[in-house]
């Protein structure tokens, strides 16, 4: 297990933009890619996106796929999530967490950070 830490999360506007930064301790060779999940109040966790460490391969949930983009710093070990043209619907707590793989799958995720707070409210 390595040290996750997830930053960013803030109070913005429907329609504003935000950025999320997330940092891992480290990674194995078995750790393929890093992804975003949210948490609504009264939800179930959902995967966001996903991005492979080698070559910057990327997947997304669908009603977001046109308004984030998730990229990472290998010299880092970060990886980011810009959100554009949020919605009310966004709001969650978002986490981050290292996979074995580009997928969507949760079971496949671990060394899960604490979160950061979006709220999408005027």
């Known amino acids: 297990q390595f040290q996750v830490v997830e930053s960013g999360g803030t109070l913005v506007q429907p329609g504003g933009s935000l950025r999320l930064s997330c940092v891992t301790s480290?990674?194995?060779?078995?750790?393929?890619?890093m992804g975003w999940f949210r948490q609504a109040p009264g939800k179930e966790r959902e995967f966001v996106a996903s991005i492979s460490w080698i070559g910057g391969y990327s997947i997304y949930l669908d009603s977001v796929k046109d308004r984030f983009i998730i990229s990472r710093d290998l010299d880092k070990n970060m990886v980011f999530l810009q959100m554009a043209r949020l919605k009310p619907e966004d709001t969650a707590r978002y986490y981050c967490?290292?996979?074995?793989?580009?997928?969507?799958?949760?079971?496949?995720?671990?060394?899960w950070g604490q979160g950061t707070q979006v709220t999408v409210s005027s």
């Open positions: 480290g990674r194995t060779f078995s750790h393929y890619a």
């Open positions: 967490a290292l996979s074995t793989a580009l997928s969507a799958d949760e079971s496949l995720y671990d060394s």
